[in-house]
T-cell receptor, first 116, second 116 residues
Framework: EPEVTQTPSHQVTQMGQEVILRCVPISNHLYFYWYRQILGQKVEFLVSFYNNEISEKSEIFDDQFSVERPDGSNFTLKIRSTKLEDSAMYFC??????????????FGDGTRLSIL | AQKVTQAQTEISVVEKEDVTLDCVYETRDTTYYLFWYKQPPSGELVFLIRRNSFDEQNEISGRYSWNFQKSTSSFNFTITASQVVDSAVYFCALSEVQTGANNLFFGTGTRLTVIP
């Protein structure tokens, strides 16, 4: 069964450094998402991406964050000048249909980001 | 504004007992989707079910069943004959259609522990 893959599984970064989290969505999917889960808390929406542009973004997704689909397969989340509070599990997800809300979002296994 | 409430923070049951996880939601949309996701100790998010707001039929899939009641804005999840492998955090989530957003709003999750 096709799946969303995320790399790396764990990223340790010094505070103030930039980090790029990578995702390969399911190949025929059109919508891509990033979510964040701070340890022990709920999963929070960051951003959705469709047709090479951001569709929606939450209050969390400020100028520190950016997303990109640099080629036909990868979908990246860049965090500039990381802060301690950026430590979290970051999930990438993708969904198939253009019909909003209709198709389930399939999640990758997550990247655990630890800021020191 | 949308909201998903999972009032049960933690539940423990003995193996083979039935358990119901509660989910109550709030939305102004008349068209929306509800989801359940499972997060086992390994951390990934596993899609379990999607239900749209026009389909109030209950669903059974093996040991899992879901009870969607629009009148009470609830979408409860029952596991019958629980097994140790069911131990996980279970998240209920909402996706609104009319707002145009496709992102998921998650509840805070219910941690289920099945004791052998």
């Amino acid at each position: 069964e096709p799946e969303v893959t995320q790399t790396p599984s764990h990223q340790v970064t010094q505070m103030g450094q930039e980090v790029i989290l990578r995702c390969v969505p399911i190949s025929n999917h059109l919508y891509f998402y990033w979510y964040r889960q701070i340890l022990g808390q709920k999963v929070e929406f960051l951003v959705s991406f469709y047709n090479n542009e951001i569709s929606e973004k939450s209050e969390i997704f400020d100028d520190q964050f950016s997303v990109e689909r640099p080629d036909g397969s990868n979908f990246t989340l860049k965090i500039r000048s990381t802060k301690l509070e950026d430590s979290a599990m970051y999930f990438c997800a993708s969904s198939e249909s253009r019909r909003r809300g209709n198709q389930p979002q399939h999640f990758g296994d997550g990247t655990r980001l630890s800021i020191l | 504004a949308q909201k998903v409430t999972q009032a049960q923070t933690e539940i423990s049951v003995v193996e083979k007992e039935d358990v119901t996880l509660d989910c109550v939601y709030e939305t102004r949309d008349t068209t929306y989707y509800l989801f359940w996701y499972k997060q086992p100790p390994s951390g990934e998010l596993v899609f379990l079910i999607r239900r749209n707001s026009f389909d109030e039929q209950n669903e059974i899939s093996g040991r899992y069943s879901w009870n969607f009641q629009k009148s009470t804005s609830s979408f409860n999840f029952t596991i019958t004959a629980s097994q140790v492998v069911d131990s996980a955090v279970y998240f209920c989530a909402l996706s609104e259609v009319q707002t145009g957003a496709n992102n998921l709003f998650f509840g805070t999750g219910t941690r289920l522990t099945v004791i052998p």
